[in-house]
C-alpha cells in the first residue's frame, strides 16, 4: 500500500464511502473499511479517530465534488433565462446522481445523531451556490433586467422552486424522470420564478 498520504486518505475515503452508502452511519462497519482500503485499524484511526470524523471526511470530499461540478462561475453570462435555465440543469443534473442523494438520505435518517455535519456540507456545498445565484441576481437588479429587491431571499426562493420537489421524489423512491422531463421542468420553473421578478 502505498505511504502517500493523500493516496492513504483517499482510498480511506473510498472505502468509507462505499460503507455508509451501503449500511448507513450506524451500520457501518470500521472492519469491512479496514479491508476494502487494505490497510490496518492503527492506519484508519490515525487519519480519522472516530467515526464520525471518517464521514465528516467523506460528506466534504461530497462537497468538494459537488462544487467542482456545478461551479457556476464557469457558466457563461447571459440573461436571466438562458442562465438560470443552464444553472438549474447543471445543478439538478448532479444533485440527483448517488452521492448527494446518500447525503440526503442520511440527513433524514440519522441526521440529528450529528447535525453538526449538516451544517459543514450546508457551509461548504450549498452555501457558494446560492451566493453566486444571490450575486448574480443583485446583478441583474441592478441592471435593470429584472426586479430583485432581496436577491438572498430570491435565490433561496428559486433554488426551492427548481429542486425540492425533484429531491424529495428521488429520495423517497419515485420514478426517475428522463433527462427531456428534467429539461422542461428547469424551463418551467425559470418561467414561473422570471414572472414574478419583471419590473
Keep these: ?15 468509507a464511502q462505499s460503507e455508509f452508502m451501503a449500511a448507513g452511519y450506524e451500520a457501518a462497519s470500521t472492519n ?3 479491508v476494502a482500503f487494505g490497510g490496518s485499524k492503527a492506519t484508519l484511526f490515525r487519519y480519522y479517530p472516530t467515526k464520525e470524523r471518517l464521514l465528516e471526511g467523506v460528506l466534504l470530499r461530497i462537497a468538494d465534488r459537488w462544487l467542482s461540478a456545478v461551479d457556476l462561475r464557469s457558466l457563461p453570462a ?4 438562458q442562465w438560470l435555465t443552464r444553472c438549474a ?8 446522481g448517488p452521492e448527494p442523494l446518500f447525503v440526503g ?3 433524514i435518517a440519522e441526521g ?6 449538516g451544517k459543514v456540507f450546508e457551509e461548504r456545498a450549498i452555501r457558494p451556490l ?35 420537489g425533484e ?20 424551463h418551467e420553473c425559470v418561467r414561473i420564478f422570471l414572472r414574478g421578478m419583471r419590473g
Design 1 to 15: 500500500m502505498s505511504r502517500d498520504p493523500e493516496v492513504v486518505r483517499g482510498r480511506i475515503l473510498d472505502a
Design 32 to 34: 469491512r473499511i479496514v
Design 78 to 81: 447571459g440573461q436571466p433565462e
Design 89 to 96: 440543469i447543471r445543478m439538478l443534473g448532479w444533485i440527483l
Design 105 to 107: 438520505r442520511l440527513a
Design 112 to 117: 440529528h445523531k450529528f447535525p453538526a455535519l
Design 130 to 164: 446560492r451566493v453566486s445565484l444571490t450575486a448574480r441576481l443583485g446583478e441583474w437588479h441592478r441592471e435593470g433586467l429584472l426586479v430583485s429587491v432581496s436577491p438572498d431571499h430570491d435565490a433561496e426562493h428559486f433554488l426551492d422552486l427548481a429542486f425540492a
Design 167 to 186: 429531491v424529495s421524489r428521488a429520495l423517497y423512491g419515485g420514478p426517475n424522470r428522463s433527462a427531456r422531463a428534467l429539461t422542461r421542468h428547469v
